[in-house]
Every structure is written in structure tokens, then in C-alpha cells.
């Protein structure tokens, strides 16, 4: 499954306009080359014909010198010369172009611009889908049993390890700082979403990108950890339906299988 990468997209695409321009120099290069081609020719050709009629023989045979079809004009020995070093002066112009244009197009800000292409097709589909903000361990197995359930589920990842993972496994995937990058949402479709389910480890981000999305879709179901019930109550106030308190979550899960034991 491919990823879509918000940070720094616009490099694929000067990657691109690069190629472009390469093209229409090559181009340039190559019309310049068949040019001086001709001239050549026509100043070595002593024959009695119209000047006209040598430029298009000039002109014909250069051409075919570059798209090697081969049907050449009888030459004399100074003309087979001047088309020797002609022809070395096309082959460096080939290399060249050869070179430069698939390195751009085999770059990867330009398989980045692509991959993003594709996954935004697919992204501007979805609707009432959740996004799952981190994919560490509890966000593994928050995105896992949301499929399991027939949910549409889209990834939030920064670290292009995890990302990779995430895609690894079959699901949509968008790299980002959703804590940073207000883009990020655009990409996921948050003002289409259904829910939201953030579990960074990090408490300072998870209030930002609360207050993020609640700003953005103040329908949004948004469900996501804290650490402490301080933090809570801050991320109740930023916009979260439901917090979780992964220390109380623990300690009661203690306490229910010690009780029995106690009782025993």
C-alpha cells in the first residue's frame, strides 16, 4: 500500500518542471546540433546543385543522423570526416540527456509526487472513516480491532519506520506531524471522518492535535490517551469525547484480579 507523505511535497513537483525543462533543452540541443550539421555539410558540398537542394540534403542527412535511420547522401572524404565528429558530438548529447532526465525521473521526491497522486485518489474517497494518530503499540492494536470490525482506517505517522509498517500491513497511510502540520488533516479527510482516535505518546501533542481537529470538525468523535487526570480534564476542555487514562486503565485491571485472590 502506498503512503502519502505531507512533508515538503513540492519537491517532486520542481523535480518535475526540472524534467521539463530538461526536455525542451535537449531539444533545443539537438535542433542546434542538426543545424550546424547542415551548415557543415552544405559548406563542404561542392557540388553544381542549387543551394536550396544542398540545404535540404544537408538537412535530410542530418536528421537521419539523429533518429539513425541511415539513408544518407553520398559523401566525399571531407564529408564522412565532418560526420565522424558529428556523430561523436549526438552520442555525448544522447549520454547527456540519457543521464540527467531518468535521474530526475527516477528521484525520490518524484516516486514520492507519484505515490502521493495515487493515494489521494484514494484518500478523497473515504468517508466516515476513523483516523488513528500514532501507531506504536496501542495504536497497532486500536487500528487492528477497528478493521477487525469493518471500520475504514486511516494511519497518522511521522516516523517514516512506522509509516512503513503501517503500510506494511494493508492500511492507508499518511506521513506527517499532525501536531505541527495542519495539511495533515486535509490529507486524511478529517471534515469527512467519523472518528478520531489519537494515541501519541506524548502529552503536550496529544492536547495540540486535539485542539487541532476539534477546531477543524467540532462533530468529531474524538477519543484519545492521557497520562494523568489532570491532563484529562485539558483534553476534555481541547475538544476529546473520551479520555483515556492508561495508569487507571492498569491499576484497575490489577485490582479485578487481585479482588478474587484477596476474597479466596
Known sequence: MPIYRVSNPNVGRRHLREWYRGILHM???????????????????????????????????????????????????????????????FIGIGGYAVSRLTGILSSDAVMTLRENRAMANLLEKLTAHVVVIGFQAIGQLVASK????????????????????????????????????????????????????????EPDRNVAITLMAHSRNPSLSIAVTGDSSQRGALLHRAGARQVVILDDLVSAALVSHLTPAAKA
Do not use: H
Open 27 to 89: 531539444v533545443a540541443l539537438l535542433f542546434a546540433a542538426v543545424a550546424a550539421c547542415a551548415i557543415g555539410l552544405v559548406l563542404l558540398d561542392n557540388s553544381s546543385r542549387p543551394l536550396f537542394a544542398k540545404f535540404v540534403g544537408a538537412v535530410w542527412d542530418g536528421m537521419n543522423l539523429v533518429t539513425t535511420l541511415g539513408d544518407f547522401s553520398p559523401f566525399d572524404q571531407r564529408q564522412k570526416l565532418f560526420m565522424i565528429g558529428t556523430m561523436f558530438v
Open 146 to 201: 477497528l478493521r477487525d470490525a469493518g471500520e475504514n482506517v486511516v494511519v497518522v505517522e511521522r516516523s517514516e519506520e512506522s509509516a512503513a509498517q503501517a503500510s506494511g500491513l494493508g492500511y492507508l497511510v499518511v506521513q506527517g506531524d499532525a501536531g505541527i502540520d495542519d495539511k495533515v488533516f486535509d490529507r486524511v479527510g478529517l471534515d469527512r471522518a467519523r472518528a478520531l482516535v489519537v494515541t501519541t505518546q
